[in-house]
């Protein structure tokens, strides 16, 4: 069982909050996110993905703070989507020494810098302050390990879907997982980006 195979940490956090038994998704998709492999997870609403991307995060980060910069990057759609990602991401982090942060776009971009730069190990922003960040050399892209899209459909702004290439332009070497309900032409277009020799999971 997938979640029998994730971190202690992981284990006991979900056993405090009853969570016992996998979804069909996340059943199928665990094992392989955990694989290492570019992924796209498609699945309805209320299959599970949300928490996959949590648990898949964590255990990569091995549950523990390292270093200052980010090793793993969410982005959403939006502020609301930040907000409520990082307040779910809670439960699991919150006996763990992990620091997620969200970049609240309504704080000055300068804010959002100083304290990224104190130390963060997971960062939830959108494409559009991710650029920012970088435009002003405020993020370090260098330690990422996992980069998650949470319900990716919102990519079909084109203003979103170029901000994610110019982000992605500058990695080197890290796992992609993206989640959205269907795989449609322009998702599928980002295998001839960053999703090289990506698997699908469908749930």
Avoid: W
């Avoid at 982090?93 to 997971?122: N, P, Q």
């Amino acid at each position: 069982m997938p979640f029998n195979k994730l971190h202690s940490h992981i284990k006991e956090e979900l056993e405090s909050l009853e969570i016992t038994t996998p979804t069909p998704f996340q059943k199928t998709s665990i094992p392989v996110i955990k694989s290492g492999a570019n992924i796209f997870c498609t699945g309805s609403k209320n299959t599970g993905k949300t928490t996959t991307l949590i648990l898949t995060t964590l255990h990569k980060l091995k549950c523990e703070e390292v270093g200052a910069a980010p090793r793993a990057m969410v982005l959403v759609e939006d502020r609301d989507c930040v907000l409520a990602l990082h307040e779910a991401f809670m439960p699991y982090t919150r006996h763990s020494s992990l620091r997620v942060y969200a970049c609240d776009d309504k704080h000055h971009i300068e804010l959002l810098t100083s304290e990224i730069f104190e130390g963060v190990d997971i960062l939830i922003a959108t494409p559009k302050t991710v650029c920012k960040l970088l435009l002003l050399e405020g993020l370090n892209l260098t330690q990422l390990k996992i980069f998650n899209i949470d319900d990716a459909d919102f990519l079909s702004s084109k203003s979103a879907y170029t901000d994610l290439l110019a982000i992605t332009q500058g990695i080197q070497k890290c796992q992609y997982v993206l989640y959205s309900e269907k795989i449609n032409s322009m998702l599928k277009r980002l295998e001839t980006n960053f999703m090289q020799y990506s698997r699908t999971v469908a749930g």
